[in-house]
């Protein structure tokens, strides 16, 4: 199984494809994410976020604040700003 | 995004004060989203006859209103009539962006959170005005309120199966906290950009029957013109022939 990920900013779809893992950086502390993980809601701070495409290449954006939620395999990234 | 909310919510047992309803209200934030510029036809009027309803049907619930306008044409409205203004913001309407919103959604959110039954500032409700954008035909002003949220238990099978058992991290107050504001921003930054679509579609509609208007006008003149040139044609040739007429008779009288 790959995960699905989309990473959003209140204007555009920043980044959407599969992946093999993604990281993030929560309120508690840095999160990886990998297929088949339960249900999470998690608050992002600013800190960079990881995405390893399942072509192997790793993509990182830096955010600020924003919100990780996965379900059933899917990833969604919101967040305010991407630089 | 509402997904998401509405499964914090559901999922949640905390009293948020963004999601509890005041025992009491007693004043009442109406935000009307209308256009800076003219040329658009109705819209912008539409937007503030339907905030005007709206405050009606509040007073009649014993609340107090409080008028946050977007766009100059609700703002000259307002102050036209010397209403009291609580927050205006002018510029964006045909381009808002998210800062746009954001700062209006701030402002609500500030005025909603400060305790109303001692704070003349303070909000115990907000509602939005805007155009929803069905069509390039059709738009509709309509009049929505934001908070407090209702958790509306759906009759309708969600979607897809169940919402899933979220887990949330830090804790689900703390996600709540962060959340809410952000949907509120984008509630907002939604309505004004259904609005600016609105309000280019509304504005092209009456372009286009300007020029229609004017294209008949045009016809019509071009029309009129020619027939009293050809009046005047025609009398200028019943003149010289009626000059030569009389020349040629009076030539041959004298012969």
Do not use: C
Request: charged share 20%; no cysteine.
């Amino acid at each position: 199984m790959v995960l699905k990920v989309e990473l959003v900013s209140p204007t555009a779809r920043v980044w959407s494809g599969e992946a093999t893992s993604v990281s993030a950086r929560t309120i508690e502390g840095d999160i990886g994410i990998l297929s088949n993980h339960s249900p999470l809601f998690g608050v992002l701070v600013d800190g960079q976020v990881v995405i390893h495409g399942t072509n192997g290449e790793a993509t990182e954006f830096k955010v600020s604040g924003g919100f990780l939620s996965v379900a059933n395999n899917r990833v969604s990234i919101l967040t305010e700003s991407i630089n | 995004m509402t997904r998401a909310v509405s499964a914090v919510a559901t999922f949640s047992t905390t009293n948020h004060p963004l999601t509890t309803a005041s025992e009491n209200p007693k004043r009442a934030a109406v935000l009307i989203i209308s256009a800076d510029r003219g040329m658009a036809g109705a819209y912008s009027n539409n937007a503030i006859k339907e905030g005007e309803q709206l405050a009606a049907l509040l007073r009649e619930r014993g609340l107090e209103t409080k008028s946050y306008l977007v766009g100059r044409k609700a703002v000259s409205y307002y102050k036209f009539r010397n209403r009291q203004i609580s927050g205006q913001w002018t510029g964006f309407s045909d381009n808002p962006t998210y800062e746009d919103a954001r700062e209006v959604a701030d402002a609500l959110i500030e005025a909603f959170i400060l305790d109303a039954q001692v704070d003349v500032n303070g909000v115990d409700e907000i509602h939005i005005v805007f155009t929803e954008f069905k069509s390039m035909l059709t738009q509709n002003a309509m009049a929505r309120r934001m908070l407090p949220l209702e958790v509306v238990e759906s009759e309708a099978p969600a979607p897809a199966g169940l919402l899933p058992m979220y887990e949330f991290e830090p804790s689900s107050e703390v996600v709540l906290n962060a959340l809410l504001p952000r949907y509120i921003q984008a509630r907002v930054f939604n309505a004004m950009l259904q609005s600016a679509a609105s309000e280019h579609a509304a504005r092209r509609r009456a372009m286009k029957s300007a020029t229609d208007n004017a294209d008949d006008l045009i016809k019509s003149l071009t029309r009129l013109a020619n027939a009293a040139r050809q009046a005047e044609i025609t009398q200028e040739i019943s003149e010289i022939v009626g000059g030569a007429d009389a020349l040629a008779s009076a030539s041959a009288g004298s012969e």
